[in-house]
């Protein structure tokens, strides 16, 4: 509305408020008078206003602007930087698409707080489908405390799985325990393979195997005396029974396997660590003064190669015989992290920045909400399940 209008207007309310008041009622007191001015100059005034932002966006508004809530996510103007990873801080909705190439793609309520790098992957987006027969949750997370360490965990299956048509289950697993004395904390993570239809009943019952009988060797031979061929022996021989049980051929349920036990700390604070592997999963450490994670055991992929190849040289149940192990030393403030190829593989890619941004965003532990949404990271290419444990020592108990 034109301000001289509006101006008008206003006055001929407040004259009809006087003369409102020097009308007959007039006899019945300054009381009743300053009720009906005031009642009067009220309605008037908000008449006028309301009527000024009713037909349009407002001062200050440009021409054809939409009014946006505070909390949209809004994309930035073209020629804008942007960081690599950003979090949606609110729900997203429908709003005017700028000109040129759209950097991010619209996130969805679900994916709110989800770290995202680059352009991130497409399928990201699309609905979480069911498979078709009834598996393990989409989502699983702990977090714990055993002794000195803080252990945080969660598993998430990837979008390559959860928007198929059908749609497969989360064919990674993980376990966490410890010993009766709490002297001793256990990790597993399993990655079943995709090619095998029931990997994620081989992985799941690798982990929950792994942690049992890892318990049961240190209870019977003590930390120094793990042995990993007998661990692995027996973890094949369970899900060969489980194929069996099921009619299918053992290499349906094909998974790979990384295990590790901590020790409490000495008295200088440092942990030892016992890590066992079979397959691509992998352990890595984090010293709490350098910002990135550093690889010690798995099954190394070749980055050289034109395409990184995802075959294993060993699996359960078929070749446990090929698993390894060896013993490493976690200082005070150090994390070990246990995580499949889908954690593993962003942060060995030096072409990204997914590695520095979870040596930062886990120099300490964190919820286990805020951790399990960085599981779900959303990066370009990054479609499978992804899993990891991490263990921070805080020196003695």
């Known amino acids: 509305m034109d301000g001289r209008l509006r101006a008008v207007l206003f006055m001929a309310v407040v004259v009809g408020a006087f003369v409102e008041v020097g009308a007959e009622h007039q006899r019945y007191g300054l009381l009743v008078n300053a009720f009906a001015l005031a009642a009067v100059g009220v309605v008037g005034a908000a008449a ?16 054809g602007s939409v009014p946006t809530p505070d909390r949209l996510v809004r994309e930035p103007a073209p020629g804008t930087p942007v960081p690599v990873c950003r979090y949606a801080d609110g729900p997203a909705a429908p709003q005017p698409r700028p000109p040129g190439p759209r950097p991010f793609l619209r996130e969805r309520p679900t994916d709110l707080g989800v ?49 198929g048509h059908p749609a497969e ?11 009766r004395d709490s002297r001793h904390a256990i990790v597993a993570v399993a990655d079943g393979l995709s090619s095998a239809p029931w990997s994620d009943t081989g992985a799941t ?7 049992t009988l890892l318990r049961e060797q240190i209870e019977t031979v003590g930390f120094a005396g793990l042995d990993v061929k007998e661990l692995y022996g027996r973890i094949a021989a369970s899900i060969a029974a489980q194929a069996s049980g099921r009619g299918v051929a053992t290499s349906h349920m094909a998974t790979v396997l990384i295990t590790a036990v ?29 910002p990135l994670w550093r690889f010690t055991s798995g099954e190394a992929k070749d980055r050289a190669a034109a395409v ?90």
């Open 48 to 63: 006028v206003l309301g009527f000024g932002r009713a037909d349009g966006p407002g001062p200050g508004s440009a021409p």
């Open 115 to 163: 770290p995202r790098f680059g352009d991130g992957a497409r399928a990201q987006g699309y609905p979480w489908l069911l498979p078709e027969r009834t598996v393990q949750n989409g989502i699983a997370a702990d977090e714990a405390t055993v002794g000195a360490f803080t252990i945080r965990g969660a598993s998430v299956i990837g979008p390559g799985h959860r928007c």
């Open 169 to 179: 289950p989360r064919q990674d697993s993980y376990r966490i325990g410890r010993t």
């Open 205 to 211: 019952t690798a982990s929950s195997q792994a942690v």
């Open 262 to 290: 901590l020790t409490e700390p000495d008295a200088n604070g440092v942990a030892k660590v016992w890590v066992s592997w079979l397959g691509d999963s992998s352990a890595w450490t984090l010293d709490p003064q350098v």
């Open 308 to 397: 990184v190849s995802n075959e294993v040289a060993g699996r359960l149940p078929d070749t446990p015989h090929l698993a390894r192990d060896h013993y490493l030393t976690l200082p005070p403030g150090a994390a070990l992290a246990l995580v499949t190829d889908g954690v593993g593989d962003a942060w060995a890619d030096p072409a990204g920045n997914v590695n520095e941004y979870f040596a930062n965003a886990w120099r300490s532990p964190v919820p286990a909400t805020r951790f399990t949404a960085d599981v779900g990271f959303d990066a370009p290419q990054c479609l499978d399940d992804r899993t990891a444990v991490v263990l921070w020592n805080g020196g003695r108990a």
